[in-house]
């Protein structure tokens, strides 16, 4: 992930504008090119994320030509979370020329706090987990994920299992410049 720019809205939220670079194992990009991201950090420290600018992102990489729209995906991540919360649920997608993804996410819970050891550094996380259901034409994909958090950092891990709870992917923070 790379932050593009941090802008103070005028009412104490932050807003983070920010790209993230998915690669396979070998090197090779995904998605067809870097993923704009939208983040709002209100007063209390919690996150809302526009999943549906993120996929908007994706259709664009990968279809520049169209016009894509999303909608919904709001999804909120709390600064005070804590073991057995539950987290809304989150529905989100992008529609171009008859064409539309959908990306249903639900079971959002905080299995609770753990110390995360990455590349970039040592990091007090929490840990959540959710499972996501991606449809379109011709086109179904069921996974799980769990994230680390760290308050003040964000993302620490992703990591995502298919269906049948097989490891699939794995995302880590490499470096870390905070001023």
Request: aromatic share 6%; hydrophobic share 35%.
């Amino acid at each position: 992930m790379t932050i593009e720019s941090v802008t103070d809205s005028g009412n104490g939220d932050v807003c983070v504008d920010y790209t993230s670079d998915f690669r396979k194992a070998g090197g090779r990009q995904m998605y067809g090119g870097p993923v704009s991201l939208k983040v709002v950090v209100d007063e209390s420290g919690t996150v809302a994320l526009d999943m549906s600018s993120s996929l908007v992102s994706i259709f664009h990489n990968l279809f520049p030509r169209l016009k894509a729209t999303g909608r919904g995906g709001l999804t909120y991540l709390p600064s005070d979370m804590k073991a057995g919360d539950v987290l809304p649920d989150i529905v989100s997608s992008v529609k171009a020329v008859g064409i539309e993804c959908t990306v249903t996410v639900t079971d959002r819970h905080v299995i609770g706090p753990d110390t995360l050891t990455v590349k970039a550094g040592t990091f007090p996380c929490v840990v959540v987990s959710e499972h996501k259901v991606e449809k379109a034409t011709g086109y179904s994909r069921v996974t799980t994920a769990r994230t680390w958090y760290c308050r003040g950092v964000g993302m620490v891990r992703h990591d995502t299992y298919d269906r049948n709870m097989k490891l699939e992917t794995i995302e880590e923070l490499e470096e870390i410049e905070i001023p």
